[in-house]
């Protein structure tokens, strides 16, 4: 059983294969935190508890003159707020009578079979029928708020989900600014954390700090999870290293404005509270009414960043992403984005598709600039009728071409933008966010439309399905390229503006959950100027996710590093383009250009009738080699085996198939040496007794001695050599 409760003392232990989770309900009804780490089973883990009289953190008001207990000292599964807690907090309300307390006490529990859901949010899912879900129920007995933690236990995965649900019981409105979804606190010990920043074409680059004496925050208030920060963090002991030591992931599965913070007590203890945004937050929960706050995938490793990587490349894979396409090999597609920009017609397009078919090519996808008046990205965007007069056909006609040519047909959209320089922004103007009386702030010369309203969502899925129901589309590529701004919605009263922009993300999950399920056959891949969405969120609606505008290889070797920590490899887009590259002019080979595009959903991204002869045979190859690698990559366990933010020699990574029957190692030299020293890695996962054959050379090693012993790679000179060689277990 993975949950186990002790009714006498109200101790809830939550067990999966390798870690435990505890918690218990107090004499006076506080639910506190026990112990979240290395399984330590059912034992009862109060006797760690402490008591202290600590000054200047109050005593709970019914306990007189005792002084030996302070929620400012202790550790809690969730906070209320304004009754003696110093330390950040998930909650921020007004009452109805103006009072800013909150105060939840213990009022009973629930084990639910399988693994809850949440209304209107996506959230995990099991399949396998092991989850199980505890609920517990708490009330403040004053206000007759009532707060719900649902808990999802993923034994064999060793995830565990949490998420809050406020329900106003009481006779008047409640006020929420912060309403998070889970708080854990590690009550000893010293971490650090592991966040994610960047910007547009540098997504996810790790920072590692200690959690200071203050409180950090990390997130975002541009309407998406964002390429600055993402919605993951890593809480780490100084000592944990990719493989070893002990780290905590915890994710948030969600797309818009997130907040997630940290903090180190003055009693040393540590706290995280992830949840949405309080920035410009207000939601009015009126009598009887219940906000569903977004899940929280929490995870503990014992063996370092390498083994929490695994569990949540495994899980997402699992048990976020979904659809026909969760476990089958992805098209190779060529883009025809970096290859003509705006500038394409059907005559170019099917030449680029002719081509690229020869070279083994699955599928076109037609970019930016089929549709209204988009020539440049300064209109169209809103008018989803195909430019017939730029095409110089129906779209109708281009697909049956790239059938005929033997290629499948993907397109890109970007939904839930308007230009103002648009049909349809001269139609409704008032769809677009802005706020009455100013000029709204352009990103990208375009403004955003207003998902929190319902007959946005209606119009948006009309005008998308009908898309799909006329034409034989196979893959969506669903784009959103700026951050909102004016969050103000002309269907909200002004009370209720400051749930503008999370009601925005329940519009956008309603439409794709939609869209998704009418049409399974469509492959949908994320996107938002590249990786400014890429999060578990969207992962439950698109299995992949165009990782970075940045295509440079050796770029990549960084963003596809961090990006790996917490999402599955096959969840990357990534595609070969052209040299020089487009975004940082560098040159780097044909080949070490693929090695890198091979770790995720491959394709290219560049006009094929401009390779030479040679390059041609080798995009032939390449495509063989991947097709060859193709389930090893997508199935199998990756490693990291250099750390591509410090190794400035090498970047190393390596995927293992999950029965150990074979491996593919790659190598990129990021900075060429003279009078070079050896480039040497220890493979992983492998079966130390097995004997392997590396498939070039046909020289055989056995399990141990390349886990143990290493592998040692020719010298490689030049500009960003790559290596990449397969070992087949015989
Ligand atoms: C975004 C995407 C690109 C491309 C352009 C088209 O930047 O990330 O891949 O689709 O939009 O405008």
Redesign the pocket.
């Known amino acids: 059983m993975c949950i186990t409760i002790d009714r006498e003392n109200l101790l809830f232990s939550l067990n999966t294969s390798h870690t435990t989770y505890q918690f218990f309900a107090d004499s006076r009804g506080f639910l506190r935190h026990l112990y979240y780490g290395q399984r330590i089973g059912n034992f009862d883990m109060r006797y760690r508890e402490f008591h202290s009289d600590c000054g200047f953190s109050p005593n709970p008001g019914e306990m007189h003159t005792q002084r030996d207990f302070s929620l400012d000292t202790r550790a809690q599964e969730y906070t209320g707020c304004g009754i003696g807690d110093y330390r950040i907090g998930c909650l921020s309300l007004t009452n109805g009578d103006g009072s800013y307390s909150a105060d939840f006490r213990y009022a009973g529990y629930a084990e639910l079979e399988g693994k809850y859901a949440i209304p209107g949010l996506p959230a995990a899912y099991d399949n396998s029928g092991s989850c199980r879900t505890l609920r517990i129920d708490l009330r403040d007995p004053v206000t007759k708020l009532e707060l719900a933690l649902y808990y999802g236990v993923f034994p064999e995965q060793d995830v565990i989900t949490r998420c809050a649900v406020l329900r106003n019981a009481g006779g008047s409105a409640v006020r929420l600014y912060k309403a998070a979804s889970a708080c854990l606190d590690l009550p000893f010990g010293k971490w650090d954390i592991l966040h994610f920043q960047g910007r547009h074409c540098m997504e996810r680059m790790p920072e590692r700090i200690p959690v200071p004496h203050a409180a950090l925050t990390v997130g975002s208030d541009r309407g998406t999870s964002s390429h600055q920060h993402n919605p993951f963090v890593i809480l780490a002991a100084p000592e944990t290293c990719e493989e070893f030591g002990v780290c905590y992931g915890a994710m948030l599965v969600y797309s818009g404005s997130f907040k997630i913070e940290a903090e180190c007590s003055q009693l040393q203890s540590t706290r995280l509270v992830l949840g949405i945004s309080d920035q410009r937050f207000c939601w009015t929960l009126e009598p009887g009414a219940s906000f569903h706050t977004p899940e929280v995938l929490l995870s503990c490793s014992v063996d370092g960043f390498g083994g929490l990587s695994r569990r949540y490349q495994d899980f997402l894979a699992a048990h976020i992403c979904r659809g026909t396409f969760r476990d089958t090999p992805r098209p190779i597609l060529i883009?025809n984005?970096e290859a003509t920009y705006f500038d394409f017609n059907s005559e170019k397009l099917c030449a680029i598709a002719q081509q690229a078919k020869e070279l083994g090519v699955e599928m076109l996808v037609l970019?930016?600039g089929w549709f209204g008046k988009r020539n440049s990205?300064t209109s169209g965007l809103g008018d989803w009728h195909v430019n017939e007069q730029k095409l110089g056909t129906t779209l109708t006609e281009l697909i049956q071409r790239i059938r005929a040519i033997g290629l499948d047909f993907g397109i890109?959209v970007?939904p839930e933008m308007v230009s103002q320089d648009s049909d349809l922004y001269h139609a409704h103007p008032d769809w677009a966010l802005s706020v009455p009386g100013r000029t709204p702030a352009q990103g990208r010369s375009q403004l955003v439309l207003d998902l929190s309203r319902k007959e946005v969502v209606e119009y948006l899925y009309g005008v998308l399905a009908g898309l799909l129901r006329s034409h034989d589309i196979r893959y969506v590529?669903w784009?959103m390229?700026r951050s909102l701004s004016d969050v103000f919605s002309r269907s909200l009263p002004p009370e209720r503006q400051g749930e503008a922009a999370h009601r925005y993300m329940l519009g956008v999950y309603d439409l794709l959950e939609r869209l998704t399920a009418e049409f399974p056959q469509v492959l949908f891949e994320g996107?938002?100027?590249?990786g400014g969405r890429f999060d578990a969120g969207m992962l439950y609606y698109f299995p992949q996710i165009?990782c970075s505008?940045d295509t440079d290889a050796v770029e990549r070797l960084k963003i596809q590093y961090g990006t790996s920590f917490g999402y599955p490899i096959r969840t990357v887009g990534s595609h070969v383009s052209a040299c020089p590259n487009h975004q940082t002019g560098r040159t780097t080979s044909l080949h070490t250009r693929g090695i890198v595009a091979m770790s995720g959903s491959f394709g290219y991204e560049l006009d094929p009738q401009k390779l030479s002869e040679e390059e041609k045979e080798e995009i032939r190859r390449q495509i063989c080699q991947f097709r060859r690698h193709r389930d090893l990559i997508f199935f199998g366990d990756y490693y990291r085996l250099t750390n591509a933010m410090t190794d400035d020699y090498f970047t190393a990574w390596q995927f293992a198939a999950k029965d150990g029957s074979a491996a593919l190692l790659n190598v990129v030299v990021v900075a060429p040496k003279a009078n070079p020293y050896p480039i040497h890695v220890q493979l992983k996962g492998l079966q130390p007794e097995a004997l392997y054959r590396e498939t070039e050379s046909g020289s055989v090693y056995s399990g141990a001695a390349l886990m143990h012993g290493g592998y040692t790679l020719p010298i490689m000179t030049g500009d960003y050599p790559g290596f990449q060689c397969r070992f087949e277990r015989i």
């Not at 996107?527 to 590249?530: D, K, L, N, P, Y």
């Open positions: 883009n984005w970019d930016d990205d890109w970007e590529k784009d390229n996107c938002s100027g590249g165009w505008d």
